[in-house]
């Protein structure tokens, strides 16, 4: 039907029009189904941390960027490094600090600072944490096979390059 | 180089470690990448409908949800279609009454129960934040082409539905 309606009228507009909206439709459509997915994942992410471990997403998160910085962080630098947004810094680098998991202490290099890191037990506790963080995620995400994974993460990738260069990083 | 080891020595369950492995980092980093993507285009988001709108994302959340039921939403129903996280829906949906963008009403089904509606002055409201949005994000995923946008909102469903089966919705 398609090819007799073309063939009887010049459609071009119309068609460029029509592949126009579809394309933006599209575009909205895997932005919002990106934001489903993420909030799902999250939202069981979440309630693992607290039925298993009592604690929370950003608690989590600020432990994850001190495991992969054993020098320890500034604490403006921790701030720029998390992934998950909502919470103060500082408030939740204080419970850690009451709870024994982290320790603040003046940065050599800059002794007007402070540089935060994970103490011996915040390492352990965040040892069993993100294992079981990543048993769950290789769960939820095990319905994709490998190839399949690595083009979901170019995909990503793309987008996030392209969102950075031409606006920057989130404000 | 690989060929000439496994031509020497029977390394089939190293390699199948190796790729367990492997695919448990791919996993994880591609959750990884997937939340700092969804971060970093939220954060945008948040960012154009403040500046542009001096609205939240939260606001602009529940409006979207009213704006696809015409016939409005009681308040558990609205609360469960939220894509955002945070915020009390309650809370936000008083603010939007104060502002006349939304207004509450006797359910004619369901005497006991109040619904949700947009009013004339919030559809409107709404349909120049929504353009706007829509805009930015034509933009921001417009690196990708169409048979790219199809490929991943394919594997994010593919996420999304095993996630809601095995672990059931968001707790």
Redesign the interface.
Known sequence: MGRAASARAPAHASDAET?AT???H???????????????????V??LLQSGFDTTLPRFDLMAQLERAPAGLQMGELSRRM????GNVTGIADQLERDGLVARSADPDDRRALRVKLTAAGRKAFKAMADAH?KW????????D?A??????G??????????T??G???
């Open positions: 592949r579809t394309d933006h599209a575009a909205l459509r895997v932005w919002l189904r990106m934001l489903a997915t993420t909030t799902l994942v999250e939202g069981h979440r309630g992934m998950v947004t909502g990543e995620i290789v769960a939820a995400l095990g319905t994709l490998h399949e994974l690595a083009t979901l993460a995909l990503l990738a793309r987008v996030r390059a392209h969102v950075r031409k606006y990083e989130r404000p």
